[in-house]
């Protein structure tokens, strides 16, 4: 009876583990899902605005270096963001897979 009671803490643990393990994953996902979104509002065109004046040219020039280099940063940020979803999902899993374990252990000890 021991065995069983000890299978069901651990199994109380796992299920808190696992459920931490996915809201991880939901907020990297999350973070992943806003940063590709403003890359996406970024576009990746160059203005095709004629400019009517040198201060316009000059204003288009800057705003096209400054788009080219927030989307350099937000490349960055997602390629990392990647990297970080792929290995909470796995962590993620893992935790799902014995939280589901340990509840079956838990539930067939009699």
Same mark, same amino acid.
């Given at each position: 009876?021991?065995?069983?009671?000890?299978? =069901?803490?651990? %199994?109380?643990? *796992?299920?808190?583990?696992?459920?931490?393990? @996915? &809201?991880?994953?939901?907020?990297?996902? /999350? +973070?992943?899902?806003?940063?590709?979104?403003?890359?996406?509002?970024?576009?990746?065109?160059?203005?095709?605005?004629?400019?009517?004046? =040198?201060?316009? %040219?000059?204003? *288009?020039?800057?705003?096209?270096?400054?788009? @080219? &280099?927030?989307?350099?940063?937000?490349? /960055? +940020?997602?390629?990392?963001?990647?990297?970080?979803?792929?290995?909470?999902?796995?962590?993620?899993?893992?935790?799902?897979?014995?939280?589901?374990?340990?509840?079956?252990?838990?539930?067939?000890?009699?």
């Amino acid at each position: 009876m021991k065995n069983r009671r000890e299978l =069901i803490k651990l %199994a109380n643990i *796992a299920k808190v583990i696992r459920d931490a393990e @996915l &809201q991880k994953l939901a907020q990297t996902v /999350k +973070a992943h899902n806003q940063t590709k979104t403003m890359l996406l509002q970024l576009g990746d065109q160059i203005a095709a605005v004629e400019p009517k004046s =040198i201060s316009d %040219a000059i204003l *288009a020039e800057h705003h096209d270096l400054w788009r @080219l &280099q927030r989307r350099i940063i937000l490349n /960055k +940020a997602l390629a990392r963001q990647t990297a970080e979803m792929l290995n909470a999902k796995d962590r993620a899993s893992k935790a799902f897979g014995r939280a589901q374990s340990l509840n079956k252990l838990s539930a067939e000890k009699d």
